[in-house]
């Protein structure tokens, strides 16, 4: 077994973990395990990245998608104390709206990708494959705080938003 | 079959450490626990445990086995599932983060790229085995300390993370080997960065849930916090995730700050004859178990202290190798491995140290120290080691550059102190601190 | 899954509740309520809006069992109200039936009572001290304060045969006299024990996290605690310099110097200062008295049935928690007609609710400790 | 080497799931994190064609989405607790007064 | 031994035959009170006499007495390091008026004389039982209530046993 094969094997295995996860997120009842999901999916996501090389997303996505973010959701989700909310109706009634809308969504999109894989439409050329460094944190850092320098900053910028936002609408008193 | 068995050779070392790691793990741990007792009985004019093998050796063996045997509960109204898997979750992260620690230039089982980036990744998911264990034992003692530890670590990774890329800054790469190799010429990163390695040290408590910062299983207020409801085998689990991460950010320090596993003052020849310590250090131990053997009260315990004497004598063997000239290769690696393990237990000592001596914050003073005072210096640190980088680029020597960036980095901590202690002088009821975390 | 926010205990289901208040039951089982106190409180977050004492799990009915007691035979009992101070309780009460009696003990009885009394007082603090110490998060202490308490229950063994439910002295004076190198053993504590209080001090009154978790908290103004009945070193912490010992003495008190230690703010932080000096001002009594006992009977003139005249008598004394009063009606016979037992720990309880309102759920620990109260006495 | 159109794949999937459960689900907490999983697989298209094209810029437009993530959780999650506190509801259809 | 010192005088100038008896008993100031006026003499007591202090509130029961019981109020002054004993007689079923707007501290210890004697104390914030079970039936400090006595009933449906005893 190759280190080849054993990437494609996690890749597979993490796509459909990544699905499942998915899946049960959007179906179950209980918020709490719709959120255990989401983060069993955003960690396959993770995975993926890691079969793509990307080691740094991949670290980035745990620490603040999984790590941050998702704290935050289950933070809040026993905050807010949703055991009534468990007993109402979790789903509303325009499930075949969305399955339409869903359906036509997924029809244009695969079509657009199953083209691409051969000589298709959407017409992906092949890449440079095996040209990104596997120094991937140098690159990464070298590209943001060069080429990227300003939107690194408006990034920041939003963050602090956020956050003042955040405290302002929290507060008790207004 | 010959794909399993390439599979096998190509990972066999990285296999063999992950084996040995997941099995060794919970015994060390143990130990970890009674090193715990027999230091806080010293402190506190006792003995500690002594019945269990001779000055109570087997006591962790014995624990184990009780809370393996012991009845597991499982609250009416528990989430079960989650309550069952919760404690899998934090034992499973406090592992995987040794995966990229490395004990000695030989002992890794993955020399990643991102091996810091991914420690600190891989160990903040534990705080979903806290956070889902509170709130799935249904209990309030379990909510609010489960509330508490998530508010808590977020705050205090910040603060840890930023301490950690002062290090990182110093090393310029994020793999744990390298940044041990970049200190083995000079000096350890701990006397270039004093401030950071403080830093560290005290959200590293903070992080573990040790005392003083240990709110979230507050025995006094909480009752045992999200491991309220938790009996058995489960609570043992949580326990080991807890030592587990303490062995875990006490490697973390040993490799950014305190030289990994490079013997002390390694650069200075006149101190070689140090290389003598690790086999003289177990030989010594050695001695004192066999000294004590015949004073015990029962064979069975005499047997057993003499079989400790035994590996230890076996280890100063060990250590002594490299001394063979044939051997002389495994110095690095076996060495390695003694100075490393040394300076992780005098870590964890210092944990010991504090817990025994400090009384426990409440949870507003915590939050405050943590916004007010450790995130606001660890990011001056940061910008200090910054400037201290520059200087040095700019071919400054080393003490006039040093001087001025923990100086300054030192005057701001200062200056902190006594904007808190202006606050402080206000009694009465303390102010909404719900609103710290945001 | 059941809606959580009502669960716990009957009768939280009339209780309105905001959107975020939760309802925690603080015993009657827990870690930090020093017996089997339950502190119902209502929490906003982590800040308590609303608390409720509920006591009497241990409520033995000690004041009728006296009215079937003979005075004599109701003396082992008072020992098990306060059982860390049993010494105290047992001298309040025979106190008050000599006094209702109209009987004296003998001056050599007096001295040794002061003497094993205020070794008593030092062994209630060192208790209180090692257990508010672990609440607010200090293991150490409680070690350090149970080897010391150690000895001084040693001293009571070696006297009267008893640790910790002593029943000490008889009404009219003693049944046993000092043993020999009583006075040695004694002073060779007292000496010793004046760097101990240093040892407790070096490791908490100076330590920032403990003057953090207990300056401001728990603050009981001089006003409010006389209008709440706060005695002891409750009282004493805010600022109110009264102490029975000197205000109506009892037992060789007067023979004594010895100072009121008084706190300032009447936060927690001064309940400790005060409770730490009066060991030490417990300790210099203790010095003073052992060099000089003097000679003579330890019993007085007691008959061997007691039958008072009818009346009734109030009697307190300063034990370590507070005001230790017995109030007893006799109706001429061998039996008592009414004890009532004014238990300190009882009425400084009562301040809890008012003292932690505001505060954290960590505070409420701390303020608990702080009132020093022991449920035996609470509930009687 | 996995072909890109797998990666693709996936990413469809957990967008058109994401698109599902934000307009099935009346819970918003849910809604919210069915957003997260549609910008989820956005970050896998964009890592996916970073390493198609060898150019790194991809991962860090992924950097950008989880911070923009991160904002959108935190304001989410703000808007939602303090409707909570005046409503005690978390349910998207019961959210329908302009003022109250 | 009947009292009539100064004190005493001051209170029989203040509210006159509202002030039933006085008397001196091993030293102690010993005062009846009507027990209508109860809590105004309380005020009197602690605003200009200065018994700021509520050292004990507690009860006796006289059953043979017409009115049977005795509440008693044992006051303290700081100022004049002074002890004073206030006593009320209440009958079976007659209720006294609550003293707790003058001294915080007769909160619990009217719930104790209401859980022990059944005494009611009128105008009291929240009077129920306090060592006591909520639910408990009689009065254990009275004298007709024997010591082996107990409420069974409540004994067996809480605890499921038989007997206490």
Redesign the interface.
Known sequence: ????????IA?YFF?GL??LG??L??TVR???????F??T??LA?AG??L????????????????????????????????????H?????R??W???L??LV??SQ??FA??F??GEGSLD?PA??????S????E??GL??FE??AL?FEI??V??L???I???V????RV | MS??L??LK?YMWPLIFALVIVGVLPLLAGYVVLMERKVMADMQARLGPMRVGPHGLLQPIADALKLLIKEDIIPENA?K??FWFAPVISVTAAMLAYSALAIGPFFQIAE???GL??I???S??G??GI??GG?ASNSHYS?LG??RS??Q??SY?TAAGLALVGGVLLAGT?STQKIVQAQQGGTWFVFVAPIGFFLYLVASIAETNRAPFDLPEAESELVAGYMTEYSGFRWAVYFLAEYANMIVVASIATTLFLGGWLRPFGSIAALDFLDFFPPLCFLGVAGYCFYRTPKQPEPIQSGVMALFGGLCLLLAAAMALPFVPAFAASKAGVHGAFWFLLKVSLYIYSFMWIRFTFPRFRFDQLMKLGWYFMIPLSIVNVLGLGVYKVLRQLQWSRWPAFLLTTGGTLLVAIWLVWLAQRKVAVPGPVG?M??AE? | ?????ISGFPGAEQTVLGA?EIIINMGPQHPSTHGVLRVKLRLDGERIVDSECIIGYLHRGVEKIAEHRSYQQFGPYVDRMDYVAAVSNGLGYCEAVEKLLGAEAPMRAKVVRTILTELQRISSHLLWLGTHAIDIGALTPLFYCLREREEILKIFEKYCGARLTTHAFRIGGLQYDTYDGFEQEVKRFCLDFVHRVDEYEQLLTENRIWIARTKGVGVLTAADAIDMGATGPVLRGSGVKWDIRKAMPYAAYDKYDFEIPIGKNGDTYDRYVVRMQEMRQSNRICLQAIEDIPAGPIMGKVGKVLKPPVGEVYHSIEAPKGELGYYIVSDGTTQPYRVRIRPPSFINLEALDKMIKGHLVADVVAIIGTLDIVLGEVDR | ??????????S??????????V?????V??I???I??IL?AV??NL??F????????G??F???I??????????G??????F?KNRE?????EMDLLKW | MALDNDLVKRFKARFGDKIREAWTDRKQAILVVDRESLSEIAVYCRDDESFDYLVDLTAVDWPKREKRFDVVLNLYSFKKNERLRLKAYAGEGESCPSVTGVWSTANWLEREAYDMFGIVFEGHPGLKRILLPDEWQGHPLRKDYDILTQDTAWVRENLGIESGQ
């Open positions: 077994m190759t280190p080849t094969q054993i990437s494609q890749f796509a990544a699905v998915a899946i997120t959007v209980n918020v709490v395990h719709s959120a255990i989401l983060i999916s955003l996501t993926i990245f079969t793509l090389g990307a080691q740094f997303v991949f670290a980035v996505q745990i620490i603040l998608y999984v790590g941050g973010i998702m704290v935050l959701f289950i933070f809040v989700i026993m905050l807010v104390n949703l055991d009534v909310a468990l109402q109706l979790q789903f509303n325009q499930g709206v969305a399955g809308l869903a969504l997924a999109l695969g990708i199953w691409a894989r992906i890449g440079r494959t095996g040209a990104l596997p120094q991937n944190v690159q990464f590209a943001l080429k990227y939107p990034a920041s939003l963050l938003v956020a956050l936002g955040a405290v609408m929290t507060k008790k | 794909a399993l390439e599979f190509t989430d599932l989650v990643l790229n991102i980036l991914f600190v990744a891989v903040s998911m705080i979903f956070i889902l709130w909510l489960a509330l998530t508010a670590m977020i990774e994020l909404d719900t609103e945001g | 899954m059941a809606d959580t926010r975020d | 080497m996995i072909p890109i159109g797998h990666y693709l794949f996936v469809l999937a957990l967008f058109i799931i994401g698109v599902i459960g307009l099935t689900r009346r819970n907490i849910i919210l994190m069915s997260e999983l989820n970050n896998i890592v996916a970073s390493r198609h094209w060898a150019n790194v810029d991962q860090i992924t950097l950008f989880i911070t923009d993530a991160a904002a959108e959780a935190a304001v999650l703000g808007i939602i607790i303090a909570f509801t978390v349910l998207a259809d």
